[in-house]
T-cell receptor, first 114, second 113 residues
């Protein structure tokens, strides 16, 4: 969905490096999420934010941190990348006022940690 | 741990046939949603069914929900090659933050011409 963009789309890094994945949205949504997808495991929630001042840990937050710089921007950082963080990362947004919490996904960032 | 589990893990059918996949979940829910993912791309929302609903339709999609069995099914009728994708169920658990979804591992559907 072009309304939710992620940069970079692909990234190769080395163990121990710090990297940042960025997500921007033009949908005007207040809620943003970061997921990782591994083969056979579906999506797992890393962090989520229900507004700029609200940051919450998800199911697998260890080794990750996030920053909600503005309503439209939500960044995910790997402070010291390790090989088992190799995965496909997705950002998603939703509208908190909508009782039907449909989430809108970005195109994903494919990360390889060597 | 994952809330939803899809069955089967993979499904191969021919164009024109129907495709049925199931989702089971563990805890009470506010709603259950189905998403589609084309290879390596972002997920796209297909349909949502609330906990007080039993069946919902959208085009060629039919979703059922049985809260007593904690299960849902997605039926795609008259499948097309373009329906080739992975399909995920996601639950909005009643015991968790409203709007926070838990996804299953998905069903990979291949539709051959």
């Amino acid at each position: 969905d072009a309304d939710v963009t992620q940069t970079p789309r692909n990234r190769i890094t080395k163990t121990g490096k710090r990297i940042m994945l960025e997500c921007s949205q033009t949908k005007g949504h207040d809620r943003m999420y970061w997921y990782r997808q591994d083969p056979g495991l579906g999506l797992r929630l890393i962090y989520y934010s229900f507004d700029v001042k609200d940051i919450n840990k998800g199911e697998i937050s260890d080794g990750y941190s996030v920053s909600r710089q503005a309503q439209a921007k939500f960044s995910l950082s790997l402070e010291s990348a390790i090989p088992n963080q190799t995965a496909l990362y997705f950002c998603a947004t939703s509208w908190g006022e909508d009782s039907e919490e449909t989430q809108y996904f970005g195109p994903g960032t494919r990360l390889l940690v060597l | 741990s994952q809330q939803g589990e899809e069955d089967p893990q993979a499904l191969s059918i021919q164009e024109g046939e129907n495709a049925t996949m199931n989702c089971s979940y563990k805890t009470s829910i506010n709603n259950l949603q189905w998403y589609r993912q084309n290879s390596g791309r972002g997920l796209v929302h297909l349909i949502l069914i609330r906990s007080n609903e039993r069946e919902k339709h959208s085009g060629r999609l039919r979703v059922t929900l049985d809260t007593s069995k904690k299960s849902s099914s997605l039926l795609i009728t008259a499948s097309r090659a373009a329906d080739t994708a992975s399909y995920f169920c996601a639950t909005d658990a009643a015991t968790d933050s409203w709007g926070k979804l838990q996804f299953g591992a998905g069903t990979q559907v291949v539709v051959t011409p």
